[in-house]
Antibody, heavy 122, light 108 residues
Framework: EVQLVESGGGLVQPGRSLRLSCTTSGFTFGDYAMSWVRQAPGKGPEWVGFIRSKPYGGTTEYAASVKGRFTISRDDSESIAYLQMNSLKTEDTAVYYC?????????????WGQGTLVTVSS | EIVLTQSPGTLSLSPGERATLSCRASQSVTSGYLAWYQQKPGQAPRLLIYGASSRVTGIPDRFSGSGSGTDFTLTISRLEPEDFAVYYCQQYGSSFGSFGGGTKVEIK
């Protein structure tokens, strides 16, 4: 059974940093791109960024709203994906979901974690 | 960036009725790379349809997707009680996998 479990969310002040983790099981992690998707309260989901699998270069792409502030990384030996969030803004407040993307990184999400809430407020 | 507009915002129907949800793109969606997700309160979205019309394994056949170019439709042939939820379309053919604003299907 495919499982994705996010952790690391919480309350943080504007300008500070936070790192989210996504621990996975039930599939060959190294074969897939992994995306982070967020959803602000009462809004639709928003793709944040992804990291390709090593066979596809292991490169990353980000939404314009977070580029330069957020960094996605992966540890294939532990089947974990990370989202490092720096210079947080109040508008980054959302539930953050870790998702399994396709093998080629098509930004189509067939498995989602339960989400972790990040609240940016002073 | 492709903007997706979903209509109606809310659909009030009774169990057993047919639901027709629309998703319109601001420009053509490459190769029909359009997905539909279902989200229930307090849960993560769930992928139902990809490639505009391909159903994910395990999704009941009362769910069907159609369309191409800029106009796409999700149809639920006969609403079951568990189908009342919010539905989002998403395009994944361009650089940013944008989502629509959602259609809430509520019990009338």
């Amino acid at each position: 059974e495919v499982q994705l479990v996010e952790s690391g969310g919480g309350l943080v002040q504007p300008g500070r940093s936070l790192r989210l983790s996504c621990t996975t099981s039930g599939f060959t992690f190294g074969d897939y791109a992994m995306s982070w998707v967020r959803q602000a309260p009462g809004k639709g989901p928003e793709w944040v960024g992804f990291i390709r699998s090593k066979p596809y270069g292991g490169t990353t792409e980000y939404a314009a709203s977070v580029k330069g502030r957020f960094t996605i990384s992966r540890d294939d030996s532990e089947s974990i994906a990370y989202l490092q969030m720096n210079s947080l803004k109040t508008e980054d407040t959302a539930v953050y979901y870790c998702t399994r993307d396709t093998v080629v990184g098509a930004k189509r999400f067939d498995y989602w974690g339960q989400g972790t809430l990040v609240t940016v407020s002073s | 960036e492709i903007v997706l507009t979903q209509s109606p915002g809310t659909l009030s129907l009774s169990p057993g009725e047919r639901a027709t949800l629309s998703c319109r793109a601001s420009q053509s969606v490459t190769s029909g790379y359009l997905a539909w997700y279902q989200q229930k309160p307090g849960q993560a979205p769930r992928l139902l349809i990809y490639g505009a019309s391909s159903r994910v394994t395990g999704i009941p056949d009362r769910f069907s997707g159609s369309g191409s170019g800029t106009d796409f439709t999700l149809t639920i042939s006969r609403l079951e009680p568990e189908d009342f939820a919010v539905y989002y379309c998403q395009q994944y053919g361009s650089s940013f996998g944008s989502f629509g604003g959602g259609t809430k299907v509520e019990i009338k």
